[in-house]
């Protein structure tokens, strides 16, 4: 009995309607594409660890002047020794502190980076919950003009047993319906579907959308400077300058110093021997190097004025959908649908037998039904240019 209840609460809690909020909390922490990039911004913390390392030492074992008629015989000269030696590279300047730097901005543009796709994840996921909202409103008028449709059958069938219509009166009523049965099951279709489409990325069964389709007239504002994707090409600016730098820092060449001990026979004394190994900048090639990054960081200062450019069009761009879908969406249902319904409530309503053509009817009913769901359309189209605005508007915790 105990498992049978928590069974028939698990199922109980799983029918509750998410709202839009918590279907997106929902996804940004089951969506494995973004926990890949959060691995990355892991690996991009011990980067920062190892920027400040030097290169390891290195550790050298020897055995010089072999004879080769004698090769065991180790006292024939002087110079026969074994030896042990260690080289270790000394950096020079401030190298270590723009490499840290530099790991420190390719943390930041990871970071952006994911940012940026949580944003175009909560765009995404909007837009795939009011789609189906939509639809399932489109579901539901359907439904509703299959009694009407129902309705316009019968007194078709009246008629025509009192001569005053044809059989195919009958027969396009019956039509009609077959086609709303048609159209309910292609809905049901993409309402499945597009149910599948959040489970795919939010890694959880969703079964029930809460949200309202309610629509008004917006404004879209956007601060341009705080967005993930423009502050990560400013940070790349910024990575590109460091690298500029660190190529002119490398002209101070880093010095490399070797320490050897040598062992004789006994005959001869030990001796060790030290050396200090200095790079020259004859040919000036970090100069060269230094001017390519600086080139690269002018080139994205480039893109990112293209971007926000494109970013201002494509709200405004944005902006004017949104207004355009709310006063088509307008037109439709405060002006068209009300005067076609009240004609087909005259149709419907016309107290003489005599006066009724039952295919005027079902010719008014389908061009009601039509505009109605033309009505969705707009409101599809409004709410698809609402979502993709919160990629260049929303914060995503």
């Keep these: 009995m ?6 028939l609460s698990f199922l109980i809690s799983s029918s509750f309607a998410l709202s839009l909020d918590e279907i997106v909390d929902t996804a940004l922490k089951n969506n494995q594409n973004l926990k890949s990039i959060q691995s990355s911004i892991n690996v991009a913390d011990e980067n920062i660890k190892l920027s400040r390392k030097w290169k390891n ?19 024939a000269e002087a110079m026969q ?18 490499k840290e730097e530099i790991s420190q901005k390719d943390k930041n543009i990871v970071t952006l980076q994911l940012e940026d796709k949580k944003l175009i994840l909560k765009s995404k996921l909007y837009e795939i919950s009011y789609n189906i909202l939509i639809l399932e409103k489109k579901l539901k008028l359907l439904s509703k003009y299959e009694k009407n449709i129902k309705k316009v059958e019968k007194l078709s069938q009246a008629l025509y047993s009192l001569g005053k219509s044809s059989q195919n009166e009958i027969l396009n009523a019956k039509v009609a319906y077959s086609n709303v049965q048609i159209q309910k099951q292609n809905l049901k279709n993409m309402i499945n579907n597009l149910y599948l489409k959040l489970e795919q990325i939010s890694y959880e069964k969703i079964d029930t959308i809460d949200a309202s389709v309610e629509i008004e007239e917006l404004v879209l504002n956007m601060d341009i400077q705080n967005h993930p994707k423009i502050r990560m090409q400013e940070e790349k600016i910024r990575k590109f300058n460091e690298l500029s730098k660190l190529e002119l820092e490398n002209e101070k060449g880093d010095i490399k110093v070797n320490v050897a001990y040598f062992n004789r026979d006994s005959k001869f004394k ?16 970090e100069k060269v190097k230094a001017l390519k990054q600086k080139i690269k960081a002018n080139e994205e200062s480039s893109n990112l004025e293209d971007t926000k450019q494109n970013f201002k069009i494509e709200l405004r761009s944005l902006q004017n959908n949104i207004n355009n879908a709310y006063s088509n969406y307008s037109l439709i249902n405060k002006t068209i649908i009300p005067l076609k319904q009240k004609i087909q409530k005259n149709i ?20 009601l039904i039509s505009y109605e769901l033309k009505s969705y359309d707009q409101l599809t189209e409004y709410f698809s240019n609402y979502s993709k605005s919160k990629y260049y508007m929303a914060k995503v915790k």
């Design 57 to 75: 030492p290195t550790l050298t074992l020897g055995v010089n002047d072999i004879h080769f008629d004698e090769p065991f015989k180790r006292d």
């Design 81 to 98: 020794g074994q030896y042990i030696g260690f080289s270790q590279v000394i950096p020079v300047g401030n190298k270590l502190d723009i």
């Design 2 to 7: 105990k498992k049978i209840a928590i069974a």
């Design 348 to 367: 419907e309503n016309y107290n003489s037998f005599s006066g009724i053509k039952p295919q005027m009817a079902i010719r008014n009913l389908n061009e």
């Design 270 to 285: 030990d001796y060790a021997n030290i050396s200090v190994s200095i790079p020259l900048s004859l040919y000036k090639t």
